[in-house]
């Protein structure tokens, strides 16, 4: 047969594309070219399947053979068509079943010897492939297992090419050699589990206070800002939310398993279940955070944070350029990064965790220590995290640096558990999710706010807002700070298990909100 098609997909951000691979076979001399935007990587995928046909049994004919990738306006990247490129040029040359491959989506890299090596990505490639109407795909057997994660779709796993070729109904001249799959997944080498240890809540000593507004944060899925002395606590409460997070819906985690596999990360057999928790260091850049690449658009540390938490300690340390990138993700959920040719697009619906020293010594306020910054270099050092990044913030509160005294109250009084808390939160969810049913949004920091000044809801100049009436007129908040202080009071409100927010959920949630000012 002198055409041969079969496909492949080509991933741009999350989202994936399913990829034409044809193959023509000409009688001119001898050579492979593959057209059609690929990469660098791609373009020398010519060299790997000659040597791995030729080692794998099924050498490719003396001819002129031509690949195009179709269509050809989008770019590919990457190693992955090297396995859909190998079984097109081997159907045209009437070595396989041109019928067999045409209706598989084939994933891959080939090594010299022939070996099929696993790709990253697998994960939402295969997804793409579902959604476009493809019921079978072929991956690396070391792929197969994540290949599988998703469902109604039949995974074929092959370790080489050879194995492949004899599935499409090739009739090797000798026996296809069985190379041993001696790598490891990412899972076996780092020993890594996916869903990670759970830090107790109760190793929290005191803070009572912090803690509740924890429960908060995580019932509402809303921001927080923690400022502090040092040993206050702040980097311990951060790392305490995931655990008291509800477990993920099977989208939330097949989204997030997804951005792993995107990203080369530990994968394993099952989907991630626990949220995502992302702390880069104050020296990432803007890239590193939102994503990018001059070639192959990667997920940064805010899209793999997606239906988790990012927390950035050190607030002020960070370039004022890098957290003024997550302003937009943090109001649309939704990372966009345009390069000339594409435009990737990653989720991006994380809870962002600020924390932050009161000064550049780190003593103001501590009533232990002593400041020697003077006021304009403690309000030169807040002002890198910018005004309206803060607005964007729901719980803005102090963390206090502990006494001796206040430990020892602490030690004898009974500490809520990571498991106590998370019930709480999984019930607060509940209530709003009943509240906010037939809408699109299922916790409140989703709700817009004239949603919730409308609908008969809280209205402006009632006696419930009237303390925040007061603060909008003074120009104590903006109108966004109004409508996250409303959705903070509902979601104290479902904490408490009261039936709608009163004066007293809207007057906790307003010194929440403004506690730092304060």
Known sequence: MAVARTKSVALLGLEGSV????????SQLPGLSIIGLPDAALAESRDRVRSAA??????????????NLSPASLPKHGSGFDLAVALACLAAAG????ESIAGVVHLGELGLDGRVRRVRGVLPAVVAAVRAGFTTVMVPSLNRAEAELVPGVRVIGVSTLGQAAVHHGATLAEAVAEVADDELTPAEECGEDLDGVVPELADIAG?????????AVAAGGHHAFLLGPPGAGKTMLASRLPGILPDLDSEGALEVTSLRSLSDHPIGDRLARRPP?????????????VGGGSRLIKPGAAARASRGVLFLDEAPEFPAAVLDVLRQPLESGVITIHRANAIARFPARFQLVLAANPCPCGQ????????????????RYLARISGPLLDRVDVQMRVPRLTMTQLRLADGSPRLTTSAARARVVAARAVAAERLRGTPWRVNSEVPGPWLRGEGRLHPGGTAT?????????????????????????????????ASPGHEH???ALFLRKGIAA
């Open 207 to 215: 803070n009572a206070e912090a803690v509740e507004a924890l429960l």
């Open 277 to 289: 928790f992302e702390a880069p260091h104050h020296t990432a850049t803007a890239a590193s955070i």
């Open 95 to 98: 070595e396989v079943s041109a």
């Open 19 to 26: 990829i034409d691979v044809e193959a023509d076979l000409s």
């Open 364 to 379: 103001y306020g501590a009533r232990d220590g002593e400041c020697t910054c003077p006021p304009v270099a403690r309000r």
């Open 466 to 498: 009237r303390a925040l009436d007061r603060a909008l007129e003074n120009g104590a908040i903006t109108m966004r700070g109004y409508d996250r202080v409303l959705k903070l009071s509902w979601t104290l409100a479902d904490v408490d298990g009261s």
């Open 54 to 67: 030729k080692n794998a049994g099924c050498p490719l004919p003396a001819r002129k053979l031509t690949v």
């Open 506 to 508: 809207i007057g906790r």
